[in-house]
């Protein structure tokens, strides 16, 4: 049994490792886009209108992204305190 747990542990800890490689780097290419579309959109009083659609599409997603966000946040947080019990 504590093979396979160390298995999952390990594997757990590859993909997570992994994975924040690759969101860090997914995190500075959306910020960048992010910066040039804040100077971009304050430069002009308005939106241009043939953009519009598109920024209520990011709205929408970055909207859904938070409400995703804050349920995984749970998922971790749920499972830390679980293992701060099992030290």
């Known amino acids: 049994m504590k093979p396979k747990l160390r298995k999952l542990v390990q594997d757990l800890n590859i ?4 994975n924040n490689n690759g969101t860090l780097d997914k995190e500075k290419k959306v ?6 579309i804040k100077a971009s959109l304050q430069i002009n009083d308005e ?10 599409l990011l709205r929408d997603s970055i909207k ?8 995984d946040q ?7 305190n679980f293992l701060e019990q099992k030290k």
């Open 31 to 36: 910020l960048k886009i992010a910066e040039e």
């Open 64 to 71: 859904k992204l938070e409400s995703k966000m804050v349920k």
């Open 47 to 56: 939106s241009p209108i043939d953009i519009k659609e598109d920024l209520q």
């Open 15 to 18: 993909l997570l490792r992994n």
């Open 74 to 80: 749970q998922i971790f947080d749920d499972f830390l």
